[in-house]
C-alpha cells in the first residue's frame, strides 16, 4: 500500500488548507485512517483519526474545533480540512492507515504512513 499526501503549502495565520492523502494498493474502505503532524525538534503529534465509512471521528484537543478529517472511499482518499490556522500549526504533516477498520489515536496503531507534506503558517 502506498499514501501520496499533498496540499500542504503557506496559508496565513486565521487561514485555512485542505490535505489530501490518496492511497492505493490495498482496499482502501477496509481501513481507518489518521493525521498525524511533526515540528522540528518535536515528536509526531495525533491530529485526528476516522473509521473505515467515516462514521467515527476523535480529534486532539489543540485541533479539535478547527481540524476536520474526512473520506471519500470512492476516491480512495482522505482529507484534513484545516481552518483558524496557528502560528504554533507549522509541521510536516503525515496521513497513516491503520491495520484496523477503526480509530487510532497513537503511532503505534498504524502500520502504513505517507511522506508527509509541509504546511508553514505566516502570521
Known amino acids: 500500500v502506498q499514501l501520496q499526501a499533498s496540499g500542504g503549502g503557506l496559508a496565513q495565520a486565521g487561514g485555512s488548507l485542505r490535505l489530501s492523502c490518496a492511497a492505493s494498493?490495498?482496499?482502501?474502505?477496509?481501513?481507518?485512517m489518521g493525521w498525524f503532524r511533526q515540528a522540528p525538534g518535536k515528536e509526531r503529534e495525533f491530529l485526528a483519526t476516522?473509521?473505515?465509512?467515516?462514521?467515527?471521528?476523535y480529534y486532539a484537543d489543540s485541533v479539535k474545533g478547527r481540524f476536520t478529517i474526512s473520506r471519500d472511499n470512492g476516491k480512495n482518499t482522505v482529507y484534513l480540512q484545516m481552518n483558524s490556522l496557528k502560528p504554533e500549526d507549522p509541521a510536516v504533516y503525515y496521513c497513516?492507515?491503520?491495520?484496523?477498520?477503526?480509530?487510532?489515536?497513537?503511532?503505534?496503531?498504524?502500520?502504513?504512513w505517507g511522506q508527509g507534506t509541509q504546511v508553514t503558517v505566516s502570521s
Open positions: 476516522i473509521n473505515w465509512n467515516g462514521g467515527i471521528t
Open positions: 497513516a492507515a491503520l491495520r484496523s477498520a477503526g480509530t487510532g489515536r497513537t503511532a503505534q496503531q498504524y502500520d502504513t
Open positions: 494498493g490495498r482496499i482502501f474502505s477496509n481501513y481507518g
